[in-house]
């Protein structure tokens, strides 16, 4: 956030403060409500849960996506529990310690892994994240690496809202080697949150009752009632006849393809004759191309 959206004559506002004045700048015709406080505390939880059952663009409606941009794993947990006893669906986002990978995920509760479905170590152990040293970690994150990781975030969330290509469940991302990894985590049945194993059942019961059915698309087969200008189908080139009529191919990385290559001359039949050099002019050359 300090590095997305802070600027210098936002000095003495809090985090949030200066993040709606920035976005407010970018889109005023989008409504803001913000909120300054810790979401782990008793209180604020409760208030965190109300906003997202009641916090809708219409009054008493439930919000549509939860977005966790948080940086410590406590407020993780936080908005987990809420997510789950809600039923909500979220995404969950962070850039690692090392400053140079982060992630995306998409989470479903009772369909998909929750937070505490596979929780790091540090969670697991029951430790204070606050008392982890490690040797080698940047002290400053990139702005970089959270750059990309909010565009990939985002693309994700306008994928879900609006209907269009594949929604990511987890998407992640290594700057060390650009590398993109993805994949889809059920959820966890021994999971520690009561409330996703709740969910877990409620899922399975609705899947149960409403399987889904396999589409099958059967082509209509076309038919022509006049041909006038004589067209027809004919066979497609084997990758045989293909080879032989064109070029040799370079080595490629996997993934690449070509468009097309040049065919190669043959020898014999004309096809690699050129035409000889001549210092006539091109207006000469065209007078002798008109009295052929």
Request: glycine share 6%.
């Amino acid at each position: 956030m300090n590095r997305l959206f802070f600027q210098p004559h936002q000095a003495g506002l809090s985090k949030v403060q200066a993040a709606e004045h920035t976005l407010r700048n970018i889109n005023p015709d989008v409504v803001f409500e913000t909120h300054n406080y810790n979401i782990t505390t008793v209180d604020n939880f409760s208030h965190f849960m109300d906003r997202i059952s009641n916090g809708g663009l219409e009054e008493g409606k439930p919000i549509d996506l939860v977005l966790s941009c948080v940086d410590n794993f406590e407020a993780r947990m936080a908005i987990n529990t809420a997510c789950n006893e809600l039923g909500q669906i979220w995404m969950e986002s962070g850039v690692s310690e090392n400053a140079v990978s982060g992630h995306i995920q998409l989470i479903s509760p009772g369909e998909t892994a929750c937070f505490a479905c596979a929780p790091p170590l540090v969670v697991a152990a029951n430790i204070d994240e606050r008392t982890l040293k490690k040797d080698g970690v940047c002290a400053a994150s990139l702005p970089t690496t959270m750059g990309v990781v909010a565009g990939i975030l985002v693309q994700n969330v306008l994928k879900y809202l609006l209907g269009f290509g594949t929604v990511s469940y987890y998407l992640g991302y290594n700057a060390m080697q650009d590398f993109f990894p993805t994949m889809a985590m059920k959820a966890n049945p021994q999971c520690s949150d009561a409330h996703c194993r709740r969910q877990q059942q409620e899922y399975q019961k609705k899947a149960a009752e409403n399987p889904k059915q396999e589409v099958v698309e059967v082509e209509e087969e076309v038919v022509h009632e006049d041909n006038e200008w004589g067209i027809e189908l004919v066979a497609e080139v084997t990758e045989e006849e293909l080879q032989a009529a064109s070029g040799p191919k370079p080595d490629l990385p996997e993934g690449i393809t070509l468009a097309y290559t040049l065919p190669q001359e043959k020898d014999g039949d004309g096809s690699g004759e050129t035409v000889e050099e001549t210092e006539q002019s091109l207006e000469e050359l065209m007078a002798q191309m008109r009295k052929m």
